[in-house]
C-alpha cells in the first residue's frame, strides 16, 4: 500500500528513501509514546477500560473516511474468523497495555515492550513451523536474558504494571502470527479496518463494568489519544513503505529515548541501570533476528 502523508512527505520528500523510512519510524516512536502518556494522565479519571473502548471508537472514526473513499470492497475478507478473532485479541492486548500504563514507568514499559518480537519468533516456530537454528536460539536467550535483567533474578522489578506488559507482549506476538496468516489472502487496508471494528465490541462491553461519563476535557483528551494512535499507524505503515524493515527498526530503540525524556518531563520517572541494559539486550536480539531472517531470503531468492 503506497500511504500518501501530504504533510510528512512535504517535509521530507526530497531525502533518499531509507533516511525518510528512518525518520518516519522514529516519528511514529515518539507519537506513540506521547499516546502513552496521554492514556496515564487520563486515567486518574477514567478506567483503562473505557480508554481503550474510545481508542478503538476513534480508530474507528480514523479510518471511516478511508473505507468510503475506497467503497465498501475494501471489508472483503477471505479469512473472516480469524480476523474476528484478531480483532478481539487486539481489543484485549489495548486493554492490557493501557492497564499496565496506569502501574509502571513509561520507560520499562517501552523496554519490556520489546519482547513481543521475541515471543512473535517463538510463535512463528511452534504455529508456523518456521526453522529454528542456532543463531536464531542465542538471540533469543540473550532477549530473554534481557527481560530478566529489567524484572532482576529475584523478580524484584516484577510488579504488576510489568507482568501486564509481557502478557500484552505474549498477545502482541499471537496477533502478529495472525496477521501473517491473514494477509496471505487480506489486504493489510482490510486487516487494519477489521483490528479495529472488532475490538470495538469487545471494549465497549468491558468499559460497561467501569463505566464514567467523561468530561468535556476528558473528550478532548480521547480525541488526542485517537489522533496519535492513528498518526503512530499511519507513520509506521509509512516508514516500511519508504524502506526495507532491517533499515528501520534500529530506529524502534528511540521509543526508550523517548518514553525516558516524557516520563521524566510529565510523571518525574527516572528509569535505572538495569532497564536500559535489558532494554538494550532485548532490542539487539530482535534486530539481529530480523536481520539475519532478511539475509536467509535474500540467499534463498537468490540461490531460487
Not at 34 to 56: C, N, Q, W, Y
Not at 286 to 299: D, G, M, N, P, V
Given at each position: 500500500?503506497n500511504?500518501?502523508?501530504?504533510?510528512?512527505?512535504g517535509?521530507?520528500?526530497?531525502?533518499p528513501?531509507?533516511?525518510?523510512?528512518?525518520?518516519?519510524?522514529?516519528?511514529?516512536?515518539?507519537?506513540?509514546?506521547?499516546?502513552?502518556?496521554?492514556?496515564?494522565?487520563l486515567?486518574?479519571?477514567?478506567?483503562p477500560?473505557e480508554?481503550?473502548?474510545?481508542r478503538?471508537?476513534?480508530g474507528?472514526v480514523f479510518?471511516?473516511?478511508?473505507?468510503?473513499?475506497?467503497?465498501?470492497g475494501?471489508?472483503?475478507?477471505?479469512r473472516m474468523?480469524?480476523?474476528?478473532?484478531r480483532g478481539?485479541?487486539?481489543?484485549?492486548?489495548?486493554?492490557?497495555?493501557?492497564?499496565?500504563l496506569s502501574?509502571?514507568?513509561?520507560?520499562k514499559?517501552?523496554a519490556l515492550?520489546?519482547?513481543?518480537?521475541?515471543f512473535?519468533?517463538?510463535?512463528?516456530?511452534v504455529?508456523?513451523?518456521?526453522?529454528?537454528?542456532?543463531?536464531?536460539i542465542?538471540a533469543?536467550i540473550?532477549?530473554f536474558a534481557?527481560?530478566?535483567?529489567?524484572?532482576?533474578?529475584?523478580f524484584?522489578?516484577?510488579d504488576?504494571?510489568?507482568?501486564?506488559?509481557?502478557?500484552?507482549?505474549?498477545t502482541?506476538?499471537?496477533?502478529?502470527?495472525?496477521?501473517?496468516?491473514?494477509?496471505?489472502?487480506?489486504?493489510?487496508?482490510?486487516?487494519?479496518?477489521?483490528?479495529f471494528?472488532?475490538?470495538?465490541?469487545?471494549t465497549a462491553?468491558?468499559?460497561?463494568?467501569?463505566?464514567?461519563?467523561?468530561?468535556?476535557?476528558?473528550?478532548?483528551?480521547?480525541?488526542?489519544?485517537?489522533?496519535?494512535?492513528?498518526l503512530?499507524?499511519?507513520?509506521?505503515?509509512?516508514?516500511l513503505?519508504e524502506?526495507?524493515?532491517?533499515?528501520?527498526?534500529?530506529m524502534?530503540?528511540a521509543?526508550?529515548?523517548?518514553?525516558?525524556i516524557?516520563?521524566?518531563?510529565?510523571?518525574?520517572?527516572?528509569?535505572d541501570?538495569?532497564t536500559w541494559?535489558?532494554?538494550?539486550?532485548?532490542?539487539?536480539?530482535?534486530t539481529?533476528?530480523?536481520?539475519?531472517?532478511?539475509s536467509?531470503k535474500?540467499?534463498?531468492?537468490e540461490h531460487?
Amino acid at each position: 500500500m503506497n500511504l500518501r502523508l501530504p504533510l510528512v512527505d512535504g517535509w521530507f520528500g526530497g531525502e533518499p528513501s531509507t533516511l525518510r523510512g528512518m525518520v518516519f519510524m522514529l516519528m511514529a516512536g515518539f507519537c506513540g509514546t506521547l499516546m502513552g502518556a496521554s492514556v496515564r494522565l487520563l486515567t486518574s479519571d477514567l478506567h483503562p477500560f473505557e480508554i481503550a473502548f474510545f481508542r478503538a471508537l476513534f480508530g474507528c472514526v480514523f479510518l471511516a473516511p478511508l473505507v468510503f473513499r475506497q467503497g465498501l470492497g475494501l471489508l472483503k475478507s477471505h479469512r473472516m474468523r480469524l480476523q474476528a478473532f484478531r480483532g478481539c485479541l487486539q481489543g484485549a492486548a489495548t486493554m492490557i497495555f493501557f492497564t499496565a500504563l496506569s502501574l509502571a514507568p513509561l520507560a520499562k514499559i517501552a523496554a519490556l515492550n520489546f519482547t513481543a518480537p521475541l515471543f512473535a519468533t517463538v510463535l512463528a516456530i511452534v504455529v508456523l513451523g518456521e526453522a529454528i537454528r542456532s543463531r536464531r536460539i542465542t538471540a533469543l536467550i540473550v532477549g530473554f536474558a534481557g527481560t530478566m535483567v529489567i524484572v532482576r533474578p529475584s523478580f524484584a522489578g516484577l510488579d504488576l504494571g510489568s507482568a501486564l506488559i509481557l502478557v500484552n507482549a505474549v498477545t502482541l506476538a499471537a496477533i502478529t502470527i495472525l496477521i501473517k496468516i491473514v494477509l496471505r489472502s487480506d489486504t493489510s487496508v482490510t486487516t487494519t479496518v477489521y483490528g479495529f471494528l472488532f475490538a470495538l465490541p469487545i471494549t465497549a462491553i468491558a468499559s460497561l463494568f467501569v463505566w464514567q461519563t467523561p468530561t468535556w476535557m476528558d473528550l478532548a483528551w480521547l480525541a488526542v489519544i485517537g489522533v496519535l494512535g492513528g498518526l503512530t499507524h499511519l507513520l509506521f505503515a509509512k516508514s516500511l513503505d519508504e524502506a526495507e524493515v532491517t533499515a528501520v527498526l534500529p530506529m524502534g530503540f528511540a521509543k526508550l529515548i523517548w518514553a525516558s525524556i516524557i516520563g521524566y518531563l510529565i510523571f518525574a520517572e527516572t528509569p535505572d541501570a538495569w532497564t536500559w541494559i535489558g532494554g538494550a539486550m532485548i532490542f539487539s536480539a530482535t534486530t539481529y533476528i530480523a536481520f539475519r531472517e532478511r539475509s536467509l531470503k535474500t540467499s534463498a531468492n537468490e540461490h531460487s
